[in-house]
Structures are given as structure tokens and as C-alpha cells.
Nanobody, 123 residues
Framework: QVQLVESGGGSVQVGGFLALSCAVS????????MGWFRQTPGKEREGVAI???????TYADSVKDRFTISQDSVKNTLYLQMSNLKPEDTAMYYC?????????????????WGQGTQVTVSS
């Protein structure tokens, strides 16, 4: 059974920094794609960043130059470093795994999901 467990969320002031982690277990192959998504109440889940097995990354325009996605294949862990945080970054952040493709921030392409970790940015 595939499990994704996020950690590292919390509360931070505008301009601050947070680092999220996502530990992956139960998936015996190298994922085609891993990604971070976020959602606020009443809004659709949106793609933040994805990374392919070859290390290719794609970012949402709203987080470019502020967020960095990376992965450690040995530790089976996905990371998201978030700097210069803004109030509009406040959301529940989810990591996800796509078993068959990579290249899109569309959330419903992804097969497996974590439970999420809350990020709150206050001014």
C-alpha cells in the first residue's frame, strides 16, 4: 500500500521560510512524477510544483523563484523549500505521486496522495 506522509508545515510571518517533506513508502518503483499541491477551503486544489524522475521541474507562476522542489531517491522523500512566503501561500499542502506520466500540474493526473500539512502565513 502506497503511503505519503507530509511534514514541516506550520505558521510563519510574511517573508519567512518553511521546508516541507514528504516520505513515500510502499511504492517499489521510481515514480514518474512527484508533486506538491495546495488547497484552501472552497477552492480547487492547485498545482504548486512537480518533479520528474529525471529531475525536470515545473512550477506554478505564483511560486516561481520562491519555491524549490527536490527529491531524494535513496530516502524516498520529496521536499519543498518555500521562501519569501506571502499570505496567499496559506493553504493545506499535499504531496502526490503519478505512476504513469509527468509534465502537468493538473492534480487529477496524480494517483496517490498524502493527508496534507497546513501552512499559514500571517502579516
Amino acid at each position: 500500500q502506497v503511503q505519503l506522509v507530509e511534514s514541516g508545515g506550520g505558521s510563519v510571518q510574511v517573508g519567512g521560510f518553511l521546508a516541507l517533506s514528504c516520505a513515500v513508502s510502499g511504492y517499489p518503483y521510481r515514480p514518474y512524477c512527484m508533486g506538491w499541491f495546495r488547497q484552501t477551503p472552497g477552492k480547487e486544489r492547485e498545482g504548486v510544483a512537480i518533479i520528474g524522475a529525471d529531475g525536470t521541474t515545473t512550477y506554478a507562476d505564483s511560486v516561481k523563484d520562491r519555491f524549490t522542489i527536490s527529491q531524494d531517491s535513496v530516502k524516498n522523500t520529496l521536499y519543498l523549500q518555500m521562501s519569501n512566503l506571502k499570505p496567499e501561500d496559506t493553504a493545506m499542502y499535499y504531496c502526490a505521486l503519478d505512476r504513469t506520466r509527468c509534465g502537468s500540474l493538473v492534480w487529477n493526473n496524480f494517483n496517490d496522495w498524502g493527508q496534507g500539512t497546513q501552512v499559514t502565513v500571517s502579516s
